[in-house]
């Protein structure tokens, strides 16, 4: 009995705090016409993107606000003609550079590199820079309200999540994790006002940064060797001085991360050890997590099949309030609240494998990205 009410109060106090996150402190840059008056450059990294880059790419030239945007691509070794599908789609248009990458040296990841390619060989003139990822697409004002909300928020970096694009029962168990991890366990409050650079997060998709304030960090170069470049990256800001900031940013964009189950699999993979550090963390954090959301459903199973009501009830409850947090997290960041939100204690168990096969893939050797080593 006691047990079961510690492990209720301990979901109730989570989803208590993803409320408090949701409604309380979590930005929302509006998404209605706004314009600013700075020199914005909007930096697209693009590897084997043919497929996919066209909409991201139409997206931009069909931003507004911006009098002075210009948007800097780098084609960083694509090898299925993604550099010619961006000259067609941008035509000449003369607010499109479109570079050529060259390829990491000793000790640089692919994104990073391909980032501080694009922040160090652009224009000096823009104030602001925003990277942006090719499966990213932003509505007309998202640049705008997104420099907009870095300047309200007094920050050095604005991280913006997208709303993320579920077509695919793999996607609705995976995807909207991120977020839900976020709400529930950072505090958003503690993080934008500590200069502890522990106290971190960031998701690359969409970021937003001072431009002075990214080179005093150091920039990509502050985190060439790091699979999870966008973390690192609000850390080293947070280390020089600068402050973050995160935001929903489900009305500005949306972001299709993975096409198939294979990519989504290989994708998380390849950064979840990363995430935990050493693999004694990621154990506690996992066993942690299946204790607090997977179990109430098992336990209120067998406590009715063992003639427990109350102990049936009490899992039942704390099942229930995981499925709230759930849900409160997909309605704040714009994704599918129900009947997701139930299998809740299943995405938890196939977080928990991704990150173990993400552990034994390292210890192989074995973890890839886009025909690159990523550890």
Same mark, same amino acid.
Request: with cysteine.
């Given at each position: 009995m006691i047990p079961a009410l510690v492990l209720v109060a301990a979901v109730a106090a989570l989803t208590a705090? %993803?409320?408090?996150?949701?409604?309380?402190?979590?930005?929302?840059? #509006?998404?209605?016409?706004?314009?600013?008056?700075?020199?914005?450059?909007?930096?697209?990294?693009?590897? +084997?993107?043919?497929?996919? =880059? %066209?909409?991201?790419? /139409?997206?931009?030239?069909?931003?507004? $606000?911006?009098?002075?945007?210009?948007?800097?691509?780098?084609?960083?070794g694509s090898t299925d003609g993604t550099a010619e599908v961006v000259r067609a789609v941008a035509g000449a248009d003369p607010k499109v550079t479109v570079l050529t990458g060259v390829a990491p040296p000793p000790g640089w990841l692919g994104k990073p590199h391909a980032c501080w390619q694009l922040a160090t060989r652009t224009d000096p003139a823009p104030t602001v820079l925003a990277f942006v990822d090719a499966d990213v697409v932003l509505t007309p004002y998202a640049v705008a309200a997104a420099v907009t909300e870095l300047r309200a928020a007094g920050a050095t970096l604005l991280s913006p999540y997208p709303r993320i694009v579920v077509r695919t029962v793999a996607d609705r168990l995976v995807q909207p994790l991120l977020q839900w991890l976020w709400l529930t366990f950072l505090p958003l409050r503690a993080m934008e006002r500590s200069p502890r650079p522990s106290l971190a997060a960031a998701g690359g998709q969409f970021l937003v940064v001072d431009r002075a304030g990214y080179l005093r960090a150091g920039g990509h170069a502050a985190v060439a060797d790091r699979v999870l470049e966008d973390i690192e990256l609000a850390r080293a800001v947070k280390r020089s001085g600068g402050r973050i900031a995160l935001a929903d940013g489900a009305r500005l964009a949306t972001c299709r991360m993975y096409d198939s189950w294979p990519q989504l699999r290989d994708g998380y993979s390849k950064s979840l050890w990363a995430s935990f550090g050493h693999p004694a963390a990621a154990a506690v954090v996992v066993a942690l997590l299946l204790l607090l959301y997977t179990a109430p459903p098992l336990v209120a199973v067998g406590a009715l099949v063992a003639?427990?009501?109350?102990?049936?009830?009490?899992?039942?409850?704390?099942?229930?309030?995981?499925?709230?947090?759930?849900?409160?997290?997909?309605?704040?960041? $714009? $994704? /599918?609240?129900?009947? +997701?939100?139930?299998?809740?204690? =299943?995405?938890?168990?196939?977080? #928990?494998?991704?990150?173990? /096969?993400?552990?034994?893939?390292?210890?192989?050797?074995?973890?890839?990205?886009? #025909?690159?080593?990523?550890?």
């Open positions: 705090h %993803t409320l408090v996150n949701a409604t309380a402190w979590l930005r929302r840059p #509006g998404a209605g016409p706004v314009e600013v008056t700075e020199s914005v450059a909007v930096l697209l990294p693009l590897r +084997d993107e043919a497929d996919r =880059v %066209t909409p991201c790419l /139409r997206a931009l030239l069909a931003q507004r $606000g911006v009098p002075e945007l210009r948007i800097v691509v780098l084609d960083d003639g427990a009501p109350v102990t049936a009830g009490l899992a039942l409850a704390g099942y229930l309030l995981g499925v709230a947090g759930r849900a409160v997290s997909a309605r704040a960041t $714009g $994704g /599918r609240a129900w009947p +997701d939100a139930l299998a809740h204690p =299943v995405s938890v168990v196939v977080l #928990g494998w991704l990150t173990l /096969r993400s552990y034994h893939l390292r210890k192989r050797r074995r973890l890839t990205w886009r #025909g690159r080593p990523v550890s």
